[in-house]
């Protein structure tokens, strides 16, 4: 395809967009990550999406019907994340200093989710106890449904819930992603304590 | 209920390359860079206020258009206004369009947006990069001139 509108120009817009600060969302898709391609999302509140879906389409609109309809790719607004992100998954870093922005969640996912923040690097947590913190120990099955629709995972860290019986359970990025970021963490929390 | 509007990703990807050459077709390769930038700017400060996505591209070229008449008014302040956009497959844009022939340009685009794609004051105040109170004057002059020519 011929494209008419050099690469350069469309690049200006975007970061026009963003500098002037016009987008309710500002995206873009890594494909250079350690786990594959990511796409984020961040508001000027923080991150507000980290999806494995190769596919944006969906994605987009999603953001756009929970934030606003300005959602536009822009590389410079996630930068920050972009570095911290990899730094992580180069076991580099710890924790991410950009924040989440979760103001589309109910009540209930926010509680839930700022209890799973306080999981720390490299250890794990079962279901059971994010159930029993958050006020309901018998609502792991619920827990399990707020980690597979974790708006930002890796920086709310669901890959670290684990089953009671130690078991993997299930990861909304895939199982193998989800043993690749605890290895990973395993890995570098033991060379960081030597 | 009209059809939602789009992430602007999607209205800026559909449309840009016509935009782009609607520009260079009136302004020429060297400012048509400029003058794409500002037309999704200016669709962007007003995107949020839109009520649904129809006649997406109808408004771009619109707002395109008018930062043709900026530029041109900048260049040749007294010089003639160009040809308006004239849109095919758009049947409210099309049955305005001779109606409004005669309108000068602010005002037709002014009735147009109104009328033709039933956009607020407010959005397009905003498309016509000025103020809501500004395009209803705009519109209620057009279709005052209008109903005048009918007359005659």
Known sequence: ???????DLDERFRAAAAAEGLLDVAYDVFDDTAIGPVLVGVTDRGVCRISYDPDPERELEQLARLYGPRVLRSSKPVDRLHRELDEYLRGKRRTFDVGPDLRAQTDYYR???????????????????????????????????????????????????VGANGSLTGYAGGLDRKEALLRLEAEHAARLQL | MGVAVPP?????????????????????????????????????????RLEHGEHLRAWALTIAHRIVLDDVRRARPQGE???LV????????????????????KERAAVVLRYGYDLSYEEIGDALGSTESAARQAASAGVRRLRKEKKQ
């Open chain 1, 111 to 161: 509680r839930v989710l700022a209890e799973l923040a306080r999981v720390g690097y490299g250890e794990t947590t079962t279901y059971g106890t994010l159930a029993a913190r958050t006020g309901n120990p018998r609502a792991a099955r619920a827990i399990g449904t707020v980690m597979n629709r974790n708006p930002v995972p890796i920086v709310l860290p669901c890959h670290r819930v």
């Open chain 2, 81 to 83: 206004m160009p040809e």
């Open chain 1, 1 to 7: 395809m011929t494209e008419i509108i050099t690469s």
């Open chain 2, 8 to 48: 602007f990703e999607t209205f800026y990807e559909t449309h840009k390359a016509e935009v782009f050459r609607f520009l260079r077709g009136r302004v020429g390769a060297e400012r048509a860079e400029d003058a794409f930038q500002e037309t999704f700017l200016r669709a962007l400060r007003a995107y949020h």
């Open chain 2, 86 to 105: 004239t849109e095919d497959g758009r049947p409210a844009f099309e049955e305005l369009a001779p109606l409004t022939d005669e309108l000068p340009p």
